[in-house]
């Protein structure tokens, strides 16, 4: 008897990874050539990221070339509160894995118990030698970065542990790192700069992603229809599209699938879908949240007439396509969830009358009010963006930056006043 749940999308347990062909060729070529790169991957929300750094892992951990241990580290379940805790989690981090590994390295496990970088440092620098590289994932990176907790020196640190070894590192976050990080001297280190210039974008299944996961319900016969409702549904992104086809399972014993049944199907997860969408969707900055609510009310504009950043992080997000010199939408489920919330937009109080509609709508009124004041000063902007953005679910972050943006303000005021060589 079929499962009802057959494609794993959340939950305790790993998901394995379906598809991703291209995406893990890109990887393993580029971890396993002659001279390996360090590399950052990037993907919005749910799209799979920690599905894609699980997978690999288990690979490389059982090829043991050209690495002898695999370290996975997700660093935004327990992010370290500073430096010092950092070294510590990845000492213990380290330890664990060579103590699990079965290899003779008791004495490499013992130093590693003092967690102290210099110790750190030197069980690296010994393990260079004896052939015995590490890589290390580190996943979930966002939430140390975002806290701005971590100073340049880490960083600095950071970098002599791969810095001409044969160590390389791997990391996972949901932005360019020169987005996440708020610190101007944390920017400033040169441990950003080992990793390729040219990220891996974890974007929505492909085509080719798609036909494999379809062919693996062996018991259906899906209509051409069908696939291009799937795609208009779902636009790909992994778990909606999954969800539909868990939804056929569950309804449908086996046989031929058309568009009909993808329509009902896609409208029974609707709810089931809700917490992942709107997760996606407060992901997005309000000038994109507003171009899409444009692109909704007039179906499609010119690509060239939209601004590049808020275009840019519509495609990303797999919510919008290029067709021709087009804008156009291409995911059916968020549109629904978008054109409920704006059935609903304009009544304060349904958008402030609760402590939990006050908590979903301010950061958007936030962000809405700062698109309107000119960007002067890039710096200035990016520290009160982020500021905003931690609200209402992290207001400590928000308050530690409320310094550097005085500072910054009264700094940009004084050489307004005195002129820029000013004191």
């Given at each position: 008897?079929?499962?009802?749940?057959?494609?794993?999308?959340?939950?305790?347990?790993?998901?394995?990874?379906?598809?991703?062909?291209?995406?893990?060729?890109?990887?393993?070529?580029?971890?396993?050539?002659?001279?390996?790169?360090?590399?950052?991957?990037?993907?919005?929300?749910?799209?799979?990221?920690?599905?894609?750094?699980h997978?690999?892992?288990?690979?490389?951990?059982?090829m043991?070339?050209?690495?002898?241990?695999?370290?996975?580290?997700?660093?935004?379940?327990?992010?370290?509160?500073?430096?010092?805790?950092?070294?510590?989690?990845?000492?213990?981090?380290?330890?664990?894995?060579?103590?699990?590994?079965?290899?003779?390295?008791?004495?490499?496990?013992?130093?590693?118990?003092?967690?102290?970088?210099?110790?750190?440092?030197?069980?690296?620098?010994?393990?260079?030698?004896?052939?015995?590289?590490?890589?290390?994932?580190?996943?979930?990176?966002?939430?140390?970065?975002?806290?701005?907790?971590?100073?340049?020196?880490?960083?600095?640190?950071?970098?002599?542990?791969?810095?001409?070894?044969?160590?390389?590192?791997v990391i996972?976050?949901?932005?360019?790192?020169?987005?996440?990080?708020?610190?101007?001297?944390?920017?400033?280190?040169?441990?950003?700069?080992?990793?390729?210039?040219?990220?891996?974008?974890?974007?929505?299944?492909n085509?080719?992603?798609?036909i494999?996961?379809?062919?693996?319900?062996?018991d259906?016969?899906?209509?051409?229809?069908?696939?291009?409702?799937?795609?208009?549904?779902?636009?790909?992104?992994?778990?909606?599209?999954?969800?539909?086809?868990?939804?056929?399972?569950?309804?449908?014993?086996?046989?031929s699938v058309?568009?009909?049944?993808?329509?009902q199907?896609?409208?029974?997860?609707?709810?089931?879908?809700?917490?992942?969408?709107?997760?996606?969707?407060?992901?997005?900055p309000?000038?994109?949240?507003?171009?899409?609510?444009?692109?909704?009310?007039?179906?499609?504009?010119?690509?060239?007439?939209?601004?590049?950043?808020?275009?840019?992080?519509?495609?990303?997000?797999?919510?919008?396509?290029?067709?021709?010199?087009?804008?156009?939408?291409?995911?059916?489920?968020?549109?629904?969830?978008?054109?409920?919330?704006?059935?609903?937009?304009?009544?304060?109080?349904?958008?402030?009358?609760?402590?939990?509609?006050?908590?979903?709508?301010?950061?958007?009124?936030?962000?809405?009010?700062?698109?309107?004041?000119?960007?002067?000063?890039?710096d200035?902007?990016?520290?009160?963006?982020?500021?905003?953005?931690?609200?209402?679910?992290?207001p400590?972050?928000?308050?530690g930056?409320?310094?550097?943006?005085?500072?910054?303000?009264?700094?940009?005021?004084?050489?307004?006043?005195?002129?820029?060589?000013?004191?």
């Amino acid at each position: 008897m079929m499962s009802k749940i057959f494609f794993p999308i959340q939950g305790p347990d790993i998901v394995p990874m379906l598809g991703r062909d291209q995406i893990m060729e890109r990887i393993l070529g580029d971890l396993t050539k002659k001279t390996p790169s360090n590399l950052s991957l990037i993907g919005p929300r749910s799209f799979g990221k920690t599905v894609i750094m699980h997978a690999l892992s288990k690979m490389l951990s059982e090829m043991k070339l050209p690495y002898r241990f695999v370290l996975y580290w997700h660093l935004g379940h327990v992010a370290p509160q500073s430096n010092q805790e950092f070294v510590a989690q990845l000492c213990d981090k380290i330890s664990q894995v060579l103590a699990e590994s079965g290899e003779d390295v008791a004495d490499y496990c013992q130093y590693l118990k003092e967690h102290t970088f210099t110790d750190l440092d030197e069980v690296m620098e010994y393990l260079d030698e004896d052939g015995m590289p590490v890589l290390m994932l580190w996943d979930g990176f966002d939430k140390p970065l975002g806290q701005n907790r971590l100073t340049v020196h880490l960083w600095d640190q950071m970098r002599s542990l791969f810095y001409g070894r044969k160590h390389k590192i791997v990391i996972a976050s949901r932005k360019p790192l020169s987005q996440l990080i708020r610190s101007q001297e944390a920017l400033s280190s040169p441990f950003w700069n080992i990793f390729d210039p040219n990220p891996v974008r974890i974007g929505a299944f492909n085509e080719n992603d798609r036909i494999e996961i379809i062919s693996m319900l062996k018991d259906y016969d899906f209509q051409p229809g069908a696939k291009t409702e799937l795609l208009n549904w779902t636009a790909g992104i992994p778990p909606l599209f999954l969800g539909i086809l868990n939804q056929i399972a569950k309804d449908t014993p086996r046989g031929s699938v058309d568009n009909k049944a993808i329509n009902q199907a896609a409208e029974k997860t609707t709810d089931s879908l809700q917490v992942i969408i709107e997760g996606m969707w407060q992901d997005c900055p309000e000038n994109t949240k507003n171009l899409f609510r444009h692109l909704l009310e007039q179906k499609e504009i010119v690509f060239e007439q939209t601004g590049k950043a808020e275009r840019n992080s519509l495609l990303e997000m797999s919510f919008a396509k290029k067709e021709g010199n087009r804008l156009i939408s291409c995911c059916r489920h968020l549109e629904k969830h978008i054109q409920e919330e704006m059935n609903e937009f304009g009544s304060l109080a349904r958008l402030f009358g609760t402590w939990d509609n006050y908590k979903s709508n301010v950061r958007s009124l936030l962000q809405m009010r700062l698109s309107h004041i000119p960007r002067f000063d890039d710096d200035l902007f990016h520290l009160v963006e982020r500021a905003v953005m931690d609200i209402p679910n992290h207001p400590d972050y928000c308050l530690g930056d409320l310094t550097r943006i005085r500072n910054l303000a009264l700094q940009l005021i004084w050489q307004k006043e005195f002129g820029a060589e000013s004191n």
